[in-house]
């Protein structure tokens, strides 16, 4: 993703790409329908391939782009990982509160994650079908701390009832949004500073790297995370 001029940004979109992960029928081509189109699907099919669909939302008066990706959970359909995550600055990792295996599930596919894209990504682990309350197996509180674990966000939703479905979504927009701005003002910083330098007659500039290192060049451009 990649930075945009201050007369840019009047006029352009932000657009962020999240993917949506976890084990088959957990509910997160449901969670996607609810979101973007306000529909459920009581009998829908295991997803067939790759599907995405665009969301806008606004975030400090900024039009935000989410192009949200949905793929499925079945081992057979591993093949289309790289390119899924290829470019994700976000993920929703899905379980199913009934099944507990879907729950264990979890850092396999938060392994494939850190394998396919940026360490960075803005993750929200999402406990779906919240509703199901007597046929639960995943506690509220094994989430919470498998999360606080990961160093995740954590939320239970219901794609059949719409608890907290806009909710998971908007958490993972407004905090990459959150981290954009935040590098956009280090970025104009560095800029001030470096004209100051050059008022000294220093053609050389130093840009801190997010691991610390320092390296000659002009401000560092890329991803939010």
Sequence with gaps: MAFYSEEQQQTEDYLFKIVLIGDSAVGKSNLLARFARDEFYPNSKSTIGVEFQTQKMEINGKEVKAQIW???GQERFRAVTSAYYRGAVGAL???DISRRQTFESVGRWLNELHTHSDMNVVTILVGNKSDLREAREVTTGEGKALAEAQGLFFIETSALDSSNVASAFQTV???IFNILSRKVIQS?????KDAGWMENGKTTTVVLQDDGKQEDGESKKGGCC
């Design 70 to 72: 949905d793929t499925a």
């Design 93 to 95: 990792v899905v379980y």
């Design 173 to 175: 927009v407004k905090e």
């Design 188 to 192: 104009q910083e560095l800029k001030i």
